[in-house]
């Protein structure tokens, strides 16, 4: 009788532990930022990103070379202007000024949108590799450690990134990121 309840309590003990063991929280984490970085279609978003800063850019510049052309050619003149002529000119050259200033506003905006237009099918891709490999893996949660909150990395966290590389391989490319329908702003003159 006594080594049937010694097996029993035995018993009851291994179920217990094995239990217990399979109840252990899986944690993971990944760099992020490192993974975004050696991706392919980051590259193509900068690519685009910066050829669409670039057409901002240069019609900015258009905007201001005419702003100092105008503006050398009235300081050259001023003293021998009328005052009417004078006053209608630095009314110009304010207005001219005024719309450069807009301009660089709009063009600022124009660029942080195009970023993050860009910049999301390759996040979007990267959180569903991430997503995928957590659940194979069973992990109850991937932390990233890019953003420098976690204060204490275990051995035991699982590092994902190699898991996560190899499901990005598995997944199509982004063959082009998506084409904004905002064109830049127009130069006014």
Excluded: W
């Excluded at 590259?43 to 052309?69: C, H, N, P, R």
């Excluded at 004078?86 to 009314?91: D, G, S, W, Y």
């Excluded at 659940?135 to 275990?154: C, H, P, Q, W």
């Amino acid at each position: 009788m006594k080594s049937v309840f010694k097996i029993c309590v035995l018993g009851i003990l291994l179920l217990s532990a094995g239990f217990a063991n399979a109840q252990t929280p899986k944690f993971g984490h990944i760099d992020l930022q490192g993974l975004i970085a050696v991706m392919p279609e980051r590259a193509v978003a900068e690519k685009q990103f910066a050829a669409y800063q670039k057409e901002l850019e240069d019609a900015l510049g258009i905007m201001q070379k005419e702003f100092q052309g105008k503006y050398l050619a009235y300081t050259t003149k001023k003293d021998s202007l009328s005052e009417t002529v004078r006053k209608m000119k630095e009314e110009d050259l304010n207005a001219m000024n005024e719309r450069i200033q807009t301009y660089q506003s709009s063009a600022q905006q124009q660029l942080q949108t195009k970023q993050t237009e860009l910049l999301k099918p390759v996040f979007d891709k990267a959180d569903k590799a991430i997503k995928t490999v957590g659940a194979e893996k069973g992990l109850l949660y991937v932390f990233d450690m890019s953003s420098r909150t976690i204060l204490y990395n275990s051995k035991e966290s699982l590092d994902v990134m190699p898991f996560v590389k190899a499901e990005l391989d598995k997944m199509p490319a982004i063959d082009k990121a998506p084409e904004t329908e905002k064109k830049p702003a127009a130069v006014k003159k």
